[in-house]
């Protein structure tokens, strides 16, 4: 069964910093494309980025409001993904999300919440 | 970047009506890589459809999928008390994969 597990959410004073986590299971995570999607309070859903799997180059894209402050990160040792989060704005709250594609479609996590606020 | 555009933004029906929502693209959505997802308050979207019209594992087949280049459309059979809810649509052919702002189906 997949899975997988955002952690590492939080409340951060804007201009501040998190890491986010997200740990996979149930497929080869070192093949898998990752990607990043948030949905800030009462607002539609917003892609962040992507990165590819080592053997496709590892790659990354970022969408526009927020190329230069995240950056997106992976461990295959601890089938792990990583989105480093920086220059936190207060419209950066929202649920962080990790998505893979597989043979049957877009798996979810459940989410973590950043919320920016002084 | 694909900006995909759902119509109506809400429609109102009732239980045992026939739902059809509406995505259409910027430009050509190649190979039908383009999504289906479902949103209650409180909940992460639920897969409902991929590849345009492929039914996702426990998806009732009530819900259906179609279209292909820049016009798709989901469609729900005859709407059960459950399915009100937001819908969205995504393409995933070309980086930045991009999201409609939602079709809010509620009950009339």
């Known amino acids: ?118 | 970047e694909i900006v995909l555009t759902q119509s109506p933004g809400t429609l109102s029906l009732s239980p045992g009506e026939r739902a059809t929502l509406s995505c259409r693209a910027s430009q050509s959505v190649s190979s039908s890589y383009l999504a289906w997802y479902q949103q209650k308050p409180g909940q992460a979207p639920r897969l409902l459809i991929y590849g345009a019209s492929s039914r996702a594992t426990g998806i009732p087949d009530r819900f259906s999928g179609s279209g292909s280049g820049t016009d798709f459309t989901l469609t729900i059979s005859r709407l059960e008390p459950e399915d009100f809810a937001v819908y969205y649509c995504q393409q995933y052919d070309s980086s930045p994969y991009t999201f409609g702002r939602g079709t809010k189906l509620e009950i009339k």
């Open chain 1, 1 to 118: 069964e997949v899975q997988l597990v955002e952690s590492g959410g939080g409340l951060v004073k804007p201009g501040g910093s998190l890491r986010l986590s997200c740990t996979a299971s149930g497929f080869t995570f070192s093949n898998a494309w990752m990607n990043w999607v948030r949905q800030a309070p009462g607002k539609g859903l917003e892609w962040v980025g992507r990165i590819k799997s080592k053997t496709d180059g590892g790659t990354t894209d970022y969408a526009a409001p927020v190329k230069g402050r995240f950056t997106i990160s992976r461990d295959d040792s601890k089938n792990t993904l990583y989105l480093q989060v920086n220059s936190l704005q207060t419209e950066d709250t929202a649920v962080y999300y990790c998505l893979w594609f597989g043979g049957s479609g877009w798996y979810w996590g459940q989410g973590t919440l950043v919320t920016v606020s002084s």
